[in-house]
Structure formats: structure tokens, C-alpha cells
């Protein structure tokens, strides 16, 4: 499977708002109601989707647009921070290992082109196969996070995976 990561282009605005602005296009598991159309398109015009706070990148097979990862800077303590990451899968390339391809692109992008040591990505726990797409890219479950956050009428328990520069060795 060839996969990779590429920057956001204007026409992939349309792509963006339906992952996480549409329910079909976002999944259960991402789907926190609609939000502003014009997000992304301030966002593009703004800075492309990167920054030195983060980014997006868009998920690629030959052609195809499979999805994006994302990732923003969290600070750790006065001095130092980490990355934290997260990834939308388009639904008809869902469950065939994209998304597990394309954290460990990310991660080995994040850590060639910066000084930072750790990555994390936080799931819902009830979401199994985002759990194992972080378990096959390498990260290390350190543990759930108790009513961390507020989806579908709810609070939810997550799940939080990191990765080290260490762990690549």
C-alpha cells in the first residue's frame, strides 16, 4: 500500500468540510454536531493549515484523497511540549490500514522536522479499530481518561496513546 501525506490545497476545502462537518463523512466517533462552513476557508487563506502550532496534512493513495491527520502543539510544562495527533478516515477507505500508514508518516515527519520528544493521540474508548491503528503505528496506551470529553448528548471516556523518540529505536 503506497500512502502518503501531502499538503491541504484549496480544492481540498470541499473534502475537509464533509469529514467533519457531515455525519456520513465523519463517523460516529467524530461527529460533534455542524459547525461554521467558512472554518477551513478563513483556515486556507489564513496560513494553508500550517503553522509552527500544527497542521493538517491530507492522506494520500496515488490520486485519491483518503483522509488528513492533524496535529497541534500541547504545552507539557513551562518549557517544553509535546505534539498531539489525530486523523479522520474518508468512510469508503475505512478498515483497510490507511489510517495506521499514515500516523506512522506523520510521526516520522513530526520527528525529523522537530525537537520534540513525544506524541500522543487520545481516542474514545468505545472506538476499538482507532485503538489498534495507534497499537500497529507504534504508540503505547498509557491509560483512560475518565470523562474527558462530550460527544453525542454525553460525556465520554477516552484513551490516551503516546509515542517517543526512544520508541523509534
Given at each position: 500500500m503506497d500512502v502518503s501525506l501531502r499538503p491541504v490545497r484549496e480544492d481540498d476545502l470541499p473534502f475537509l468540510n464533509h469529514l467533519t462537518n457531515?455525519?456520513?463523512?465523519s463517523g460516529?466517533?467524530?461527529?460533534?454536531?455542524?459547525?461554521d462552513p467558512h472554518?477551513?476557508?478563513?483556515?486556507?487563506e489564513e496560513n494553508g493549515f500550517l503553522n509552527d502550532e500544527g497542521g493538517y496534512l491530507i492522506i494520500t493513495r496515488d490520486?485519491?484523497?483518503?483522509?488528513?491527520?492533524?496535529?497541534?502543539?500541547?504545552?507539557?510544562?513551562?518549557?517544553s511540549f509535546c505534539y498531539e495527533m489525530g486523523l479522520i478516515v474518508a468512510p469508503g477507505s475505512r478498515?483497510?490500514?490507511?489510517?495506521?500508514?499514515?500516523?506512522?508518516?506523520?510521526?516520522?515527519?513530526?520527528?525529523d522536522h522537530s525537537t520534540v520528544n513525544r506524541i500522543q493521540a487520545a481516542t474514545e474508548l468505545s472506538n476499538l479499530a482507532e485503538q489498534r491503528a495507534l497499537e500497529?503505528?507504534?504508540?503505547?496506551?498509557?491509560?483512560?481518561?475518565?470523562?474527558?470529553g462530550f460527544r453525542a448528548g454525553q460525556w465520554q471516556d477516552g484513551v490516551l496513546y503516546s509515542i517517543l523518540r526512544a520508541d523509534l529505536n
Open positions: 457531515d455525519l456520513e463523512g460516529a466517533h467524530q461527529w460533534y454536531g455542524w459547525h472554518h477551513h476557508r478563513r483556515r486556507w490520486d485519491d484523497r483518503l483522509g488528513f491527520v492533524s496535529w497541534h502543539k500541547k504545552m507539557t510544562s513551562r518549557v478498515g483497510r490500514g490507511y489510517g495506521t500508514l499514515a500516523q506512522r508518516l506523520l510521526v516520522g515527519y513530526l520527528f500497529k503505528a507504534g504508540f503505547t496506551r498509557e491509560g483512560v481518561l475518565r470523562g474527558i
